[in-house]
């Protein structure tokens, strides 16, 4: 593979990959390849890294489940980093997150995190994926569209109620139990958020 001679790996043989979810655009995580596993994430197209501290090649989800389908790979320009976009399965952190990165150093002064639409759209597709007893999405994915269809329905409602009670506090409200129970359809028809950002972005060409 020609592609091999521009990346430039350190005095350990390894070069940072960064992984992105190629849906969302989410950042997820970040780790090191040296050569043989980027052969290996190209030929299998699943992540294989190496593990510093293990000394040792580990391919992603191979023990959580939380697998990386990789749809896309690239290097930069200097060919010392590797960008990685995947489908993924899951979760990417082990501590449970969607993203390593929910550590915050800087935030929006409105408290609002900027991928929290994407956040909530990998639990709810890992709940479709992997059923948490007596959790609330997954009652409603057992019950099936007719229920969930009905939920966004009165969600709707209670939208229009508040703003024709001119409560403001209504209606942030309500729009989020709305907006939620739309994720949920759009993970049993198996939409992505980026189908509906895709959608949006060709009307303002």
């Known amino acids: 593979m020609d592609f091999i001679k521009n990346i430039k790996f350190d005095e350990k043989g390894l070069v940072p990959a960064v992984v992105q979810d190629a849906e969302t655009g989410a950042v997820l995580m970040m780790a090191y390849m040296n050569e043989e596993s980027l052969l290996k994430t190209v030929e299998t197209k699943e992540t294989w890294f190496f593990s510093r501290s293990r000394n040792e090649f580990w391919n992603k989800g191979a023990t959580s489940g939380n697998t990386q389908a990789v749809v896309e790979m690239s290097y930069d320009c200097d060919g010392d980093t590797i960008l990685v976009k995947v489908i993924q399965k899951g979760v990417a952190c082990h501590t449970g997150e969607y993203s390593c990165f929910f550590n915050k150093i800087v935030?929006?002064?409105?408290?609002?995190?900027?991928?929290?639409?994407?956040?909530?759209?990998?639990?709810?597709?890992?709940?479709?994926?992997?059923?948490?007893?007596?959790?609330?999405?997954?009652?409603?994915?057992?019950?099936?569209?007719?229920?969930?269809?009905k939920k966004v329905g009165e969600?709707?409602?209670?939208?229009?109620?508040?703003?024709?009670?001119?409560?403001?506090?209504?209606?942030?409200?309500?729009?989020?139990?709305?907006?939620?129970?739309?994720?949920?359809?759009?993970v049993q028809m198996g939409i992505s958020i980026s189908d509906i950002k895709k959608e949006l972005s060709s009307r303002y060409k």
């Open 155 to 186: 969600e709707s409602a209670e939208v229009i109620i508040g703003a024709k009670n001119d409560s403001a506090e209504e209606v942030i409200y309500e729009s989020s139990d709305l907006v939620y129970h739309m994720v949920v359809l759009l």
């Open 107 to 149: 935030e929006s002064e409105s408290g609002a995190s900027y991928d929290v639409l994407d956040r909530l759209y990998a639990l709810v597709k890992d709940r479709k994926e992997n059923p948490v007893e007596e959790s609330y999405t997954n009652y409603l994915f057992d019950k099936g569209v007719d229920k969930i269809l």
